[in-house]
Structures are given as structure tokens and as C-alpha cells.
């Protein structure tokens, strides 16, 4: 079901004490351009609480304060970790959440709001990401039957590999059902044959006469390797090869990848940063070690911009608000994927690379957009997780189901939100609230807790306090 979004706070102070105190309340909604004023119209030196301890006067006679640092997490109140509980009746049952956090707040003293676009490459720069990728030509017609037969070539290749591997039982004890996993390989095995041999032989490669001025172009060189653009997505894509027996060197790849990453000169100089989960990387590395899926291998680049990061994330939609959504201007359309690189890596080299939604600023909107105090993010954070979330009986146990939430992850980052009637965007400051979930149905399972991973339970507005479903992108 489609999440409640963008509801504003009633009533709430825009800035922090150290601000003069408006003449009326200001009430912030999504609707009738408020948005648009509240990361316009607010003043653009800081609006945030430093907090200040003068030392003795003794002390100061031979070491003079300098003061504190003003970073964003002083400026906001941000402590170094939250725990607290509570829980509250939503629809269809009730909640009880568990927050044990540091919350990441980058080491920043300024926040920025941007007017972005999706970034349309020119000619040039087309061509540069063009001869980076397969080189400096000649380029040819991607051949879609050549690609296929090779891809499915080398798909049947590793199947040997992880049919060994699951006889083994390379995974120990935690797996159960190794003889289905043999069975499935031999199905695929099987498949993969037939649809070789009812593919045509592939004719010779046709030479590329398009344009790089084109609004999309899909290209490949001799070795039918393919570079793909269209609609703000780039793709590269190189057929996979057969996995070697010698586990790769993971950080040499995605330095690798990051540099010529940084050589597609994004005219927003966002840098990069690896965002693999720990966890996840170590379970590539082992299968990699057993011969299974090297290509599998896989880092996103996050773009990080004024300092802050930029992340992928989608709003957990496993029990959302019950209400109508009545209300919300339907001005704002769903938006974009964020921003990000998905790099898999096979035989040291780049497989593929999905640059999705790539960005470049238009305007500065605020040179320093005033922000919340932390504890009143706190404070709405209580309020709407129980107001934007409830529970199906017949889903979460009944007659009176009970949903646990424990947040482990509270994150500062920015979000690209869409505008009213424009095809430009926002470069918001927001609060993410991430976590696991779990019921009497369904009880905690540290195996299934990946599924939530790169799913945010809430996502605030840093500046103005209001909820955005980063599904819709307002």
C-alpha cells in the first residue's frame, strides 16, 4: 500500500532559539509552494543551537577557549548515541519501537540546498565515458543475439562450479537444502542448452554511424562489450567471464572503479565512496573463494555533495499508514531513483556499470538552509513513526498483533525531492531512521535482517520536520 507522505508538523518553531521568533506560527506542508519557502526564505546563517562551555578564569588566562568546533553535529545537538524505548497503538495493533543508534552526521558546518537536474552528457563527454569504457574505437551497433549467446555461454560455465560446490557443502551446516540447489543448477543447465541451440549464429557486428549528440546511444566495440545511455540511466555492461579459482583483490578493483568513476567529470564533483556492507562483501569474497559468481562481486558509489552523502534507500513498505492521503498535492509526481553506481566486478576488471539518475546542480537555492534541532527531530520521530505504520491482523497475528521495530542506524544525508509543476529538483537535508523489524508471526531472525538493509522506516525533513516517502520522492 502507498505510504502517507509529506505531512507536515503542526505548529513547529522553523528555527532554532537562537533565531527571532516569528510574528505567527508557520505550519509547513507539501502543498501551495511551502516547501519551496521553507528552504528559500530561512535565514541563511546558521539557525542552530551551539552549545558553549566557558572554562575557569584561571584556566583562560593561560589557555584561552577557542570555543567549540561548530560542526553540524554541535549545531544540531547531535549525542554520540540513542537509546530509548517506547510503543503506542496504531492501526490494526500496536508498536514497539527500540532505538540503540549513533546517529552519522557528517563533519560538515554548512548545509547547501541545491537545485539538481538529471545530467544530460554532451557530445564530448559522451564520447570521453565512450573511450574510457570500449576504448578508442572503431564502435558498432550493439548486436543483441551475439550478446545473449555469449552471456548464456558463460552462464554454463559456472554452473559446474556451483554444482561442486553445493556437493560440498561449502556453505556448512546452515544451508538445508543443498540437494535442491544441485537440482536447480541441473535445471538451468539443461535450459541453457536448449536455448543455444535454438539461437541463430550471430551475423558480423554493423558499424555505429549514430551520434553522440543523440539523447541515447547504445554502442559497442569489437569485442561486443556495451555501453548504453538513455532516460538519465548510463550502463556498461561487458559479458561475464568464467570465475577463476583466485579470489580478487576487492579494494584494488574499486579503486579502480572509483578512478574512472572520477574521470567522467560530473559537473556537480560529487566524490565517490564504497557503501558495501561488511557483512555482504565478506559472503562475496567467500563465494568467490569457492568459485561461485565472482562477477557477483558488486560496490555502489554514493555521490556526496557539499559533504554530505547522497543515498539509495526506499521506504519500508511492509506495514504503512492505513489513512488516505488525501491532501498531498498531486503537483508532485514520483521521482527519480536517487543517484547512484552499481559496479560489478569479474576477472579484475569492471562486468558491469549502472549509473542511475546522474546529477548536476543548477542553482544554489540557500548558501546554509536553517535546520532543526536533533532532539525536535527526535521528537517528531516518536510521533510519526506510530502515526505512518499498521498492522493486518491476518498478516501480523492476531487478535492483537504486536510489530517490534529496533533502530539501529539514524543517518544525515541529503535526498532529491521533486519541485511543483518543474522538472528541477531539491537537494534536501534529511533524517533517516533504519533499522530490522519483526512479529510473533515472523520472529527475529539475524539471517533475514539483510532484507531491511537498504530500506528507511522514516525519513524527515531536516528542515522543516515533515515526512517523505522516498518512494514518491516528496
Known amino acids: ?11 513547529m518553531l522553523l528555527l532554532a ?45 593561560t589557555a584561552p577557549d577557542e570555543g567549540p568546533k561548530e560542526t553540524l553535529r554541535g549545531m544540531l545537538g547531535v549525542p554520540e548515541r540513542v537509546r530509548e524505548t517506547f510503543s503506542g497503538k496504531v492501526f490494526g495493533g500496536s508498536i514497539r519501537v527500540s532505538v540503540d543508534a549513533a546517529p552519522s552526521v557528517p563533519d560538515v558546518s554548512t548545509v547547501p540546498v541545491d537545485e539538481v537536474a538529471i545530467r544530460r552528457f554532451s557530445p564530448e563527454e559522451a564520447e570521453g565515458l565512450a573511450k574510457q569504457l570500449l576504448g578508442d574505437g572503431p564502435y558498432y551497433r550493439y548486436n543483441a543475439e551475439r550478446g545473449q549467446k555469449e552471456a548464456f555461454t558463460a552462464r554454463m560455465q559456472r554452473i559446474p562450479l556451483h554444482i561442486e560446490a553445493f556437493r560440498n557443502k561449502v556453505y556448512g551446516s546452515a544451508c538445508t537444502v543443498y540437494d535442491d540447489l544441485v537440482a536447480q543448477e541441473e535445471y538451468y543447465m539443461a535450459n541453457y542448452i536448449s536455448i543455444l541451440q ?3 549464429d550471430p551475423g558480423p557486428m554493423q558499424p555505429w554511424s549514430g551520434s553522440f549528440s543523440d539523447a541515447g546511444w547504445d554502442i559497442a566495440n569489437a569485442d561486443n562489450d556495451r555501453l548504453f545511455y538513455i532516460g538519465g540511466t548510463l550502463v556498461y555492461e561487458k559479458h561475464p567471464e568464467a570465475p577463476t579459482d583466485v579470489p580478487g583483490d576487492a579494494k584494488a578493483w574499486t579503486d579502480s572503479a572509483a ?4 574521470s567522467f567529470n560530473n559537473a556537480a564533483s560529487p566524490a565517490f565512496f564504497s557503501s558495501e556492507h561488511g557483512d555482504e562483501l565478506a559472503r562475496k569474497r567467500f563465494r568467490s573463494a569457492q568459485g561461485i559468481d565472482e562477477d557477483e562481486l558488486e560496490t555502489v558509489f554514493l555521490p556526496v555533495y557539499h559533504g554530505i552523502p547522497l543515498y539509495d534507500y526506499s521506504t519500508y513498505s511492509g506495514s504503512d499508514t492505513a489513512k488516505d492521503a488525501a491532501g498531498v498535492n498531486a503537483a508532485y509526481a514520483p521521482t527519480y531513483p536517487q543517484e547512484r553506481i552499481l559496479v560489478n566486478f569479474s576477472g579484475g576488471g569492471i562486468a558491469h556499470l549502472q549509473w542511475d539518475s546522474p546529477t548536476e546542480r543548477v542553482a544554489a537555492v540557500n548558501e546554509n538552509v536553517a535546520l532543526l534541532s536533533f532532539e525536535t527531530i527526535l521528537s517528531a520521530f516518536r510521533t510519526q513513526i506510530l502515526y505512518h505504520h499498521y498492522l493486518d491482523p491476518a498478516k501480523h497475528g492476531e487478535p492483537e498483533p504486536v510489530f517490534y521495530m529496533v533502530i539501529t542506524d539514524i543517518r544525515f544525508s541529503y535526498l532529491r525531492v521533486k519541485r511543483q509543476a518543474a522538472d528541477i529538483y531539491y537537494l534536501v537535508p534529511v533524517w533517516d531512521f533504519m533499522g530490522y523489524g519483526y512479529d510473533d508471526v515472523f520472529p ?12 528507511s522506516f522514516l525519513t524527515i525533513n531536516a528542515i522543516d520536520g515533515s515526512v517523505i516517502d522516498r518512494n514518491q520522492g516528496y
Open 444 to 455: 527475529d531472525d539475524p539471517a533475514g535482517r539483510e532484507w531491511y538493509a537498504h530500506q
Open 1 to 11: 500500500m502507498k505510504r502517507l507522505s509529506a505531512f507536515a508538523l503542526g505548529a
Open 198 to 200: 535454438d539461437m541463430p
Open 259 to 262: 578512478a574512472i568513476l572520477g
Open 17 to 61: 532559539a537562537c533565531q527571532p521568533t516569528p510574528e505567527q506560527d508557520i505550519v509547513i506542508s507539501k502543498t501551495e509552494g511551502r516547501l519551496e519557502a521553507a528552504i528559500t526564505d530561512t535565514t541563511p546563517a546558521p539557525a542552530y543551537r551551539v552549545e558553549t562551555s566557558k572554562a575557569p578564569a584561571e584556566a583562560q588566562e
